[in-house]
């Protein structure tokens, strides 16, 4: 079967479902998703979770029942969300998201869980340590929590006059003091100072940059949130409106016309999740189960956005770079 083909068969019947639908127990086993990105921002990368679990024999329907719920940002649904699939039968849950990570371990200590997080599992209390999870939890992790030094460094290659940087985080998700902390002290390396702006709405994210665009001579730090990642086409139109430079954690900003992006691939952590919910299904235990790391990490640079703010990107910068729009 071809890629388009299965992805319409498999994903289609997924993304259009009613926040009612398969009321009632499935004979089996029943793969339930919750995450904290929109339904429309995960068109992208669900179809690499899918066919994780058709390489491994669980196709929607015939040997599993796929349930989604999806947060749209607020991160308070997530124990009614939860507990509606796991009403439903959840054989294991996939979740997205550090908050909604969370949450879900908070709310069954027995149905598997594998987690999406951008953050270090162990740092937020997912699990006792990377190579031994503890409990019903593993997953997978995306670890942009140990690359905030290394952003901060580029942005400030990029903008060396810079005395002082924006971050930009949602005060919804749970794990933002440890990300301002982190990067708080990676800018203090270096003698800048962060200047913190929340937004956990778009009307929010449009009233910061607002705030923004009062400042000259700053440059913007964008942090890890499922509900940013959904926005990503918003924020960097913002920050072209207000010619301010800006790094961020994952290749979609860059590819939407963002200055730099620093990060791990999303898609292939939805990949190693839909793998991981497949061992389970298949009688894996979560503890018995490492925490999956990334091996790479993808300098993308937007030379066409540099050039509009009139920026030059170091010649050592461009030739680290995994991949250069001109």
Do not use: C
Not at 131 to 140: A, D, E, Y
Not at 148 to 157: Q, S
Not at 298 to 325: F, S, Y
């Amino acid at each position: 079967m071809k890629r388009r083909q299965f992805i319409t068969l498999f994903g289609g019947a997924v993304l259009t479902w009613p926040a009612t639908a398969r009321a009632q127990k499935s004979p089996i086993p029943v793969v339930a998703f919750i995450s904290g990105r929109t339904r429309e921002g995960d068109n992208a990368y669900l179809p690499a979770l899918w066919e994780a679990l058709a390489q491994s024999g669980f196709t929607d329907g015939k040997t599993i029942t796929f349930a989604a719920r999806w947060v749209d940002g607020q991160y308070a649904r997530v124990p009614a969300l939860a507990g509606d699939l796991i009403s439903q039968g959840a054989t294991v849950i996939i979740v997205v998201g550090t908050a909604v990570d969370r949450a879900v371990q908070k709310t069954t200590s027995t149905i598997p869980v594998v987690f999406i997080t951008a953050d270090d599992p162990v740092a937020v209390g997912l699990v006792g340590s990377l190579n031994r999870p503890s409990g019903n939890i593993t997953g997978v992790t995306m670890m942009s929590s140990t690359l905030r030094p290394k952003m901060v460094e580029l942005l400030h290659t990029i903008v060396p006059n810079a005395k002082s940087f924006f971050m930009l985080a949602n005060p919804n998700n749970s794990s933002i003091a440890m990300q301002v902390s982190e990067t708080q002290a990676a800018a203090k390396s270096v003698g800048l100072d962060i200047k913190l702006l929340t937004a956990g709405s778009a009307a929010e994210i449009e009233s910061a940059f607002a705030t923004m665009a009062g400042e000259n001579g700053m440059a913007l730090l964008v942090a890890s949130d499922p509900f940013f990642t959904d926005q990503h086409e918003h924020i960097v139109a913002l920050a072209g409106q207000n010619s301010l430079p800006a790094i961020y954690p994952w290749r979609e900003f860059s590819q939407a016309g963002g200055l730099i992006s620093y990060g791990s691939s999303i898609v292939d952590a939805y990949r190693q999740a839909g793998l991981y919910a497949a061992r389970i299904l298949k009688g894996a235990v979560p503890a018995d189960l490492p925490v999956m790391e990334p091996t790479k990490f993808e300098l993308v640079i937007n030379l066409k956005t540099a050039k509009t703010l009139g920026l030059t990107i170091p010649q050592t910068l461009l030739a680290t770079a995994d991949e250069v729009i001109e």
